[in-house]
């Protein structure tokens, strides 16, 4: 018997983002029986993937298929099992209640037995002119997701530590050259990733390098970069651009509830989805440092709704093992 038997004013589990996670979370919970609530968000809905156009790594499509299209599907299929999918943002969660309580930005509170973080992470921009207009035509953040559509071109690359140089890398299988842009005189990567880096021989280093604007009408075909020494500015002919600066996990709801990692994200006991808070679960990029990839988004949302299927019965088998409270002595007045 699942604990909303008992109080149906509760949900069994909200789902707290939309992207490949929450979505697979959603189907699951929904498939067991669980009733879920996903609240995908007002602006962000589908998640970073709703930024990219061709996916071509995702299992089952094996002529590619575009990131908002791959969206809406996992949003069809959950909600084919009756998920309540509403575009709101939760601006309040109170995760260490019993019930959970989350607030909308319209001031709504949605109760929960159970949450599930699917809230992502956010890939960190250049905030440079003709970046979001280029995004998904040239200008990428995923070597691994887009690297192939580079064949043989030149593509630059922006950033000077372990993830800029595994993504310059990863793109010389492709590329036939590949320049990466640093804003200091050194490396911030480790020694062994900065040496593998140096030794190939597509890769160019320009040092002392920032990007000023990114040009191109349809797609890119420039870079304007300036010397952040002299001052100097130059251009860089390129086809391709991969911003490797950095990400940030999307975990301002939780600062101060949930315990995490030294990377910002959510700490979880693997190979479970369990936080440190009992009832609060967690999936996809907000907990991963590493593959920030859609399937394994994907699996983990998996993980986490089968999670909460045990956790709610377990739950439940207490509440009906809980022995009565005794009659009271007392005769009314």
């Given amino acids: ?20 996670a ?10 067991a029986h669980l009733e879920p609530v996903l609240l995908a968000g007002s602006v962000t809905a589908g998640g970073e993937l709703m930024n990219t156009t061709e996916v071509e790594n995702f299992p089952g499509f094996p002529e590619g298929i575009q990131g908002p299209e791959l969206m809406a599907n996992l949003e069809a299929q959950a909600r084919r099992f009756e998920t309540e999918v509403r575009y709101d943002d939760v ?45 998904g035509h040239g200008v990428s953040w995923c070597a691994t997701c887009d690297g192939f559509f580079f064949r043989d071109q ?15 890398l990863f793109l ?21 990733m900065a040496r593998r880096a140096e030794e190939n021989e597509k890769i160019e280093f320009r040092w002392n390098t920032e990007v000023v604007e990114l040009v191109g009408a349809d797609k890119l075909e420039s870079v304007r970069l300036r010397d952040t020494a002299t001052g100097e500015e130059s251009t860089l002919d390129v086809t391709g651009l991969f911003v490797a600066i950095g990400h940030d996990p999307r975990t301002d709801l939780v600062q101060g509830q949930l315990e995490l990692t030294e990377h910002g994200t959510i700490r979880i006991d693997h ?49 009906e093992a809980a022995p009565a409270e005794p009659a009271s002595d007392s005769v009314p007045a």
């Fill in 22 to 31: 929450g979505y697979t979370a959603a189907i699951y919970t929904a498939r």
């Fill in 91 to 135: 601006v309040e969660a109170d995760l260490t209640a019993t019930p959970k309580v989350l607030t909308l930005g319209d001031g709504t509170r949605i109760s929960a037995h159970a949450v599930i973080m699917t809230t992502g992470s956010a890939y960190r921009e250049l905030g440079v002119e003709g970046e979001k207009r280029l995004s």
């Fill in 172 to 192: 010389t299988k492709f590329a036939s050259k590949v320049t990466v842009l640093v804003r200091k005189d050194s490396l911030r990567a480790s020694k062994i």
């Fill in 1 to 20: 018997m699942a604990p909303t038997d008992q109080d149906p004013s509760v949900r069994n589990v909200a789902i707290i983002g939309s992207g490949p």
């Fill in 271 to 319: 190979p479970s989805s369990r936080t440190s808070v009992p009832g609060v679960f967690a999936a996809g990029d907000v907990t991963d440092h590493s593959y920030r990839q859609a399937i394994t988004a994907a699996g983990s949302g998996c993980v986490a709704a089968q999670d909460v299927e045990h956790y709610l019965a377990t739950v439940a088998d207490v509440e």
């Fill in 154 to 168: 030149h593509i630059a690359v922006v950033g000077g530590g372990d993830s800029a140089m595994e993504e310059a």
